[in-house]
T-cell receptor, first 115, second 110 residues
Framework: EAGVAQSPRYKIIEKRQSVAFWCNPI?????LYWYQQILGQGPKLLIQ????????DSQLPKDRFSAERLKGVDSTLKIQPAKLEDSAVYLC?????????????FGPGTRLTVL | DAKTTQPPSMDCAEGRAANLPCNHS???????VYWYRQIHSQGPQYIIH???NNETNEMASLIITEDRKSSTLILPHATLRDTAVYYC???????????FGTGTRLQVFP
């Protein structure tokens, strides 16, 4: 079974530029999550989708971050404009099938560096 | 905020048991203890979870104290590939919210 796919793996941009990350969850998983992980900290949930609807975006900085999951499958997370403090790893996870229906399976992440 | 307290780092010799402690003194009756780990440059990976009985799977064992205020994750024969950050998380069963703390960085040495 294929895992959660993310691209790109690495991205370097200058502050005030825009950037987008892509995630393809495990096939059949209805729930998709985006996390931000700053160096030395645990992941922090940014947004959660159930199919193509938003369940929780309370921690998403909506003035600069946006996310969509138009067809209930893959998803994109965008930052516009980026700030220095957005340097982090952005993790995508999905859940929704089998015995461990609530367990989240994580992708490898995208490491963003903002200069 | 995370409801658990873990030591920031631990060392373990290869082949020996790694015992990772976690305090969760404010755990509620319907909350489970979950463990995830994160190997360098990878996303977190589920290891095991439990309510009040000890649990074992192919990866690890989970020992929860009788008062449920603390637990220990045991890797019975640590290998170099077990070097990772281990997160102890308290979570209501059959809910999908994960609140990560800073975890314990386990270093397994030869």
């Amino acid at each position: 079974e294929a895992g959660v796919a993310q691209s790109p793996r690495y991205k370097i941009i200058e502050k005030r530029q825009s950037v987008a990350f892509w995630c393809n969850p495990i096939s059949g998983h209805a729930t998709l999550y985006w996390y931000q992980q700053i160096l030395g900290q645990g992941p922090k949930l940014l947004i959660q989708f159930q199919n193509n609807g938003v369940v929780d975006d309370s921690q998403l900085p909506k003035d600069r971050f946006s996310a969509e999951r138009l067809k209930g499958v893959d998803s994109t997370l965008k930052i516009q404009p980026a700030k220095l403090e957005d340097s982090a790893v952005y993790l995508c996870a999905s859940s929704g099938q089998g015995v461990l229906v609530y367990e989240q399976f994580f992708g490898p992440g995208t490491r963003l560096t903002v200069l | 905020d995370a409801k658990t307290t873990q030591p920031p780092s631990m060392d373990c010799a290869e082949g020996r048991a790694a015992n990772l402690p976690c305090n969760h003194s404010t755990i509620s009756g319907n909350e489970y203890v979950y463990w995830y780990r994160q190997i360098h440059s990878q996303g977190p990976q589920y290891i095991i979870h439990g309510l009040k009985n000890n649990e074992t799977n192919e990866m690890a064992s989970l020992i929860i104290t009788e008062d449920r205020k603390s637990s220990t994750l045991i890797l019975p024969h640590a290998t170099l590939r077990d070097t990772a950050v281990y997160y102890c998380i308290v979570r209501v069963y059959n809910t999908d919210k994960l609140i990560f703390g800073t975890g314990t960085r386990l270093q397994v040495f030869p």
